[in-house]
């Protein structure tokens, strides 16, 4: 079990093929080496691997005198949340976001509320390919201990950002659907607090993920989109394993994609804080530029990754920022994906506007977009790309400018395409946005031959 360690966001690997116990005792150990000194604050999402896992990265921590503070089954923004909220020197995450059931992962957060970035994860990699681990004596390991209030505390913290009498008021009927994660324990009983009527579906903790795929996106919420309709309920809330991402839906039925919610909920902001600088990601759609800037206020594009977006707008002191497949992130509140604030904005937008979801959503243009995945063996993604580099504009034609901010970026007189190797996953991801259904299904359908092309040639 060699090769790097870490991905596009901490350590996400199939266990018992690409990660097992002995790595998690030995990542626990080179983290505590790393930080020398201080407590964690360590928590898992449901995976059925989680919890061996989480006991021998603890151990493993302990034995180099780091102490540990366990906080359960938890979503990923709340342990992030709550390593800033109680000063722990570090919080550590095992979870493995939104993939399938098979895969384990380990997640590490900053006091700040960050997510470490690539450069901290190499730092800790060579510690643990070096194998030169601290060792605490007997009288010198760290402690073991246990926290129960760290749903309760973020919630308390959401509802002080939150209008809740005006939401109240509007007595909203809202289906939350976890798909069998770690929101089980927190969206019910936020939305709950809202004065709303909740209608959870597979909404108990499961780490074989019985009710849907971890993914929230149009596939995998057919029954939530049939809830919403069925019960004339107002909003459809979704999240993935972790929680670090909600996807809407809207009264009847449509699945809003987040780069969407992210353009009106920054239209919102920016009556607020004009001129604000609002931060995505380079598979975003080009609507939230437009919208943005209609408001005064101002785009900067980060390679994928919720850190990436962290980083941004910490640098840029940005007002709000997100990524098109479900993030949002406050930085008022912290720099973690806030999944939950999100859905009270929303709650909160419709609650003020005395407008639905769906009419609000007008607002903001749908261009049309298509994403694909092809397979792709990691150890090929690099020579593919060079070679996509070099061939794939040419072939594809139009090309107006070339974005290699994060993969390959193809800004074309009709629509834009992004060709980039998934960090977490065996696949090449291609995106591609137009102005019409047909540009869209072909430069898709041309890009696709092109990589396929280029992968089958050795
Ligand atoms: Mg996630």
Known sequence: MKGRLFGTTGVRKVYGREFDLDMALDLG???????????????????????????????????????????????????????????????????????????????????????????????IEKIYQSREFKRATWDRLGSDSSIDNAVSEHIREILARTKVETIKSKEFKVVVDPGNGAACVLTPYLVRELGCKVITINGQLDGHFPGRKSEPDKESLVDLIRVVRDTGADLGVAHDGDSDRVVFVTENGEVIRSDRTIALISMDMLKRQPGGVIVTTVDSSKVLDEIVEKHGGKVIRTPVGDIQVAFKIRENNAIFGGEACGVFIFPDFHLAPEPFLATCKILELMAKTGRGFRDLMREIPIYPLKKTKIQCDNERKQEVMETLQEKLPEAIGDVVEIITVDGLGVSLKNGWLLVRPSGTEPVIRITCEARSEQDVEHIIERAKEIVEGTIATR
């Open 29 to 123: 150990k080179a983290f505590g080496t790393y930080l020398n000194e201080g407590t964690v604050l360590l928590a898992r999402d449901v995976r059925i691997t989680g919890k061996m896992v989480e006991d021998t990265f603890a151990a493993g921590l302990m034995s180099t005198g780091i102490s540990v503070v366990r906080a359960g089954v938890i979503p990923t923004p709340t342990l992030a949340f709550m390593t800033m909220h109680g000063r722990y020197k570090a919080g550590v995450m095992i979870t493995a976001s939104h993939n399938p059931p098979e895969y384990t992962g380990i997640k590490f957060w900053t006091a700040s509320s960050m997510g470490y970035t690539p450069h901290e994860e190499r730092e």
